[in-house]
């Protein structure tokens, strides 16, 4: 398959099915999804697997069996890039690009810390934030209330110490290029971007 652009008709579907997100619907405009939405993004998965490693393209379909809302299908399609952590989704707002450490077991939470907390890592880890930043990206993850005991409370890296998991996300809306061919290169330079800090982590937090 070649990659061509994200077509703007999953957009406008995504849109629909947020107002209407039932079988009904669904029977009615799966020939939508799988053609406007699910093949183009199965064709960028396998035109960016050579730098990024192995895509998961997720299924549509929520997993409704503990949750509060049944509504049975997903707002967005997402793809995960799992060697590196990189991800990028389709949904009615439009293409979002992410990169980080989305779950972490207790060890990786002790490593993440320590390595902030060192003098060389840290600091390092500080100005690829800094870069990301820059270029539009916002910093989050999920974090404590406040630093955790064992660091100084006046940490100069005590906003990090805080983090449990660590992700840089960037929302692109719909930009004029995404449904042309340039979109494929548009989205692997916001992956380049984001690479540095999914590198980082690798180096000194790891993947259990």
């Known amino acids: 398959m070649t990659f061509t652009g994200v077509p ?30 699910r093949a183009p993004l199965l064709a960028l998965a396998e ?41 990028l989704q389709i949904s009615a707002a439009g293409l979002l690009v992410a990169g980080g450490y989305y779950d972490t077991s207790s060890a990786q939470v002790d490593r993440l810390r320590r390595s902030v907390d060192d003098d060389v890592a840290g600091p390092l880890l500080d100005r690829c934030l800094a870069t990301l930043r820059r270029k539009g990206f916002e910093i989050g993850g999920h974090r404590l209330t406040r630093v955790p005991a064992g660091f100084a409370k006046d940490h100069p890296r005590g906003d990090l110490l805080r983090h449990r998991t660590l ?42």
Request: overall charge negative.
């Open 167 to 208: 992700v840089a996300s960037k929302s692109l809306g719909a930009p004029d290029w995404l449904a042309t061919p340039t979109a494929g290169a548009e989205i692997a330079k916001l992956l380049r971007s984001l690479t540095p800090l999914c590198e980082w982590l690798d180096t000194h937090v790891g993947r259990d």
């Open 47 to 87: 035109s960016l697997e050579r730098r990024y490693g192995t895509a998961k393209v997720f299924r549509p379909y929520r997993d409704v069996r503990f949750a509060k809302d049944k509504t049975p299908y997903k707002d967005h399609q997402g793809v995960y890039f799992g060697e590196t952590g990189l991800y």
């Open 8 to 37: 703007l008709a999953a957009l406008d579907f995504y849109e629909d099915l947020e107002n209407d997100n039932s079988k009904s619907f669904w029977t009615a405009h799966k020939h939508v999804y799988d053609e406007q939405v």
